[in-house]
């Protein structure tokens, strides 16, 4: 692997991480649930992509980042199914506030 590869590597995974920390933030200081689960989202989707990117140049074979996208989609998909379903019954109880 080049000294390029490593750095893209080191920055992707930095800044996915500094994402993570953003979600956890806006989980704790968000006021109600809904902006909560958001903040958590959004900002998790995005650092699994830039972790998942930055690992991309590490494999040593192709099918080995296919299945790391793989991956990463499934967890986009996950993430986006449970959040829906999360946010219909929170807005079914009206405790939106809590």
Not at 15 to 25: H, P, S
Not at 58 to 85: E, H, N, Y
């Amino acid at each position: 692997m080049t000294v390029l590869a490593h750095a893209f590597t080191v920055a992707c995974v930095i800044a996915g991480a500094f994402f993570f920390l953003a979600g956890t933030v806006g989980l704790l200081r968000f006021p109600d649930t809904l902006t909560r689960l958001h903040a958590l989202t959004k900002a998790d989707n995005l650092g699994v992509g830039l972790v998942a990117l930055g690992v991309l140049p590490q494999m040593d074979r192709p099918v080995d980042g296919l299945k790391l996208v793989l991956v990463w989609l499934l967890v986009l998909l996950a993430s986006a199914v449970v959040s829906q379903l999360l946010a219909r019954a929170i807005h079914a109880r009206g405790a939106a506030d809590a």
